[in-house]
């Protein structure tokens, strides 16, 4: 191939590839604006984690209310309260609350308050394919971070098309670990208690406080 035909494959190719990642986030901020222009969220979520490695394979269902930075998730049989400065994490088996910083406690960690928000920093963007599923359409966003100390390999976020909501996130880890969380409803604007995301002692007499 003559150098000038090289040239002008390279410049094709690094054209093609900064359309796509644009395209990608053109996408995931349009997914962004609509996710804040809403005052509530409620979702029901599957729950997969997987590692053929190590022979695990773990799923559980979930759920979770968030509004703003506040949020409520119930899973495996623990209901993690964060009212926007402890996160409250009761465990009604065990008969114990730890009440904790959500920064300290989730340093670095896809928490209910950033799921829909967290690849706005720390990733490259690249458009992955689109599947019909259930009669939706679902375009994939694979989600690279730049740094490459991460534990994360890599992440694909399905959106759908239509609504321009999150339907899955597919992560995989570095260690053969797949972890993948499946919307299976999305719900806005519901009406909420105004007490929702406040921690009431009172229901929780007899427990083991753990403050950390």
Do not use: C, W
Request: overall charge positive.
């Amino acid at each position: 191939m003559k150098i000038k035909n090289i040239i002008l494959a390279l410049i094709v190719a690094v054209s093609f590839n900064g359309f796509a990642q644009n395209k990608a986030k053109t996408l995931l901020n349009q997914v962004s604006q609509k996710v804040k222009s809403y005052n509530n969220i409620s979702i029901e979520f599957k729950y997969v984690l997987e590692n053929t490695t190590e022979k695990i394979k773990q799923e559980t269902k979930g759920d979770v209310i968030m509004q703003g930075e506040k949020y409520k998730l119930n899973i495996l049989g623990v209901t993690r309260l964060f009212d926007g400065k402890k996160l409250y994490s009761i465990s009604t088996e065990d008969e114990e609350v730890t009440i904790s910083s959500e920064t300290n406690s989730e340093e670095g960690a896809i928490t209910p308050s950033k799921m829909l928000s967290f690849y706005e920093d720390g990733y490259v963007y690249a458009m992955d394919i689109e599947q019909n599923m259930n009669g939706r359409k679902i375009q994939l966003v694979k989600l690279t971070p730049i740094d490459s100390k991460s534990e994360i390999k890599y992440i694909l976020l399905g959106i759908d098309t239509q609504t321009k909501h999150i339907y899955n996130l597919i992560q995989i880890g570095k260690n053969g670990t797949k972890t993948t969380l499946t919307v299976n409803s999305f719900k806005t604007n519901e009406p909420l208690s105004k007490n929702l995301f406040t921690f009431d002692a009172n229901k929780y007499k007899g427990y083991y406080i753990n403050k950390l």
